[in-house]
Antibody, heavy 121, light 106 residues
Framework: QVQLQESGPGLVKPSQTLSLTCTVS??????????WSWIRQHPGKGLEWIGYIYYSGSTYYNPSLKSRVTISVDTSKNQFSLKLSSVTAADTAVYYC?????????????WGQGTLVTVSS | DIQMTQSPSSLSASVGDRVTITCRASQSISSYLNWYQQKPGKAPKLLIY???SLQSGVPSRFSGSGSGTDFTLTISSLQPEDFATYYCQQSYSTLLFGPGTKVDIK
């Protein structure tokens, strides 16, 4: 059973960089057939895709966040990470890491539990 | 850019009701449409992928249909555990979620 777990600071100061890591267990992040994604949800709002990375290292980002986002993968630790720079209060949200399958529909089949990140001084 | 809409944004229903939620894409996305259920404080759960394929372990009262721009999620007989928010998501061009449909108790 694949499990994903987000980790990182729950409080980030404005203008700083938000950094989160997702640790994957029960499967190898370097095996083909999947993409690894970050998604966030503002309090009481809908789901917003941030970006994803393939096992090959190719990345795709939401155009609205692209200038501030970096997603990377560390296959030796079976982890992938999110960095979001120059944060403001508008970046306060629950951040989810998730796995997508490269099959018809490319659905997201496994999600982390989510971690709340608050941007405040 | 592809835009996704869902209707209704919310609905009230009773246990046993048949519920239908519609999702529309601003351009054709073939069958690259997935449906998720989210309960408060929990991560979303995949229900339907590729427009009409039932995810393993999901009850058969959930079904999906459609292709191109218009899609439907149907719950044939609403159960107490189905009160939640439902999101469609296209993966034809990167990823984008619909705004969600909240299903609550009448």
């Amino acid at each position: 059973q694949v499990q994903l777990q987000e980790s990182g600071p729950g409080l980030v100061k404005p203008s700083q960089t938000l950094s989160l890591t997702c640790t994957v267990s029960g499967g190898s992040i370097s095996s083909g057939g999947y993409y690894w994604s970050w998604i966030r949800q503002h309090p009481g709002k809908g789901l917003e895709w941030i970006g994803y990375i393939y096992y090959s290292g190719s990345t795709y980002y939401n155009p609205s966040l692209k200038s501030r986002v970096t997603i990377s993968v560390d296959t030796s630790k079976n982890q992938f990470s999110l960095k979001l720079s120059s944060v403001t209060a508008a970046d306060t949200a629950v951040y989810y890491c998730a796995r997508g399958q490269l099959v018809t529909g490319e659905p997201i089949d496994y999600w982390g539990q989510g971690t709340l990140v608050t941007v405040s001084s | 850019d592809i835009q996704m809409t869902q209707s209704p944004s919310s609905l009230s229903a009773s246990v046993g009701d048949r519920v239908t939620i519609t999702c529309r894409a601003s351009q054709s996305i073939s069958s690259y449409l997935n449906w998720y259920q989210q309960k408060p404080g929990k991560a979303p759960k995949l229900l339907i992928y590729a427009a009409s394929s039932l995810q393993s372990g999901v009850p058969s009262r959930f079904s999906g249909s459609g292709s191109g721009t218009d899609f439907t999620l149907t719950i044939s007989s609403l159960q107490p555990e189905d009160f939640a928010t439902y999101y469609c998501q296209q993966s034809y061009s990167t990823l984008l979620f619909g705004p969600g449909t909240k299903v609550d108790i009448k």
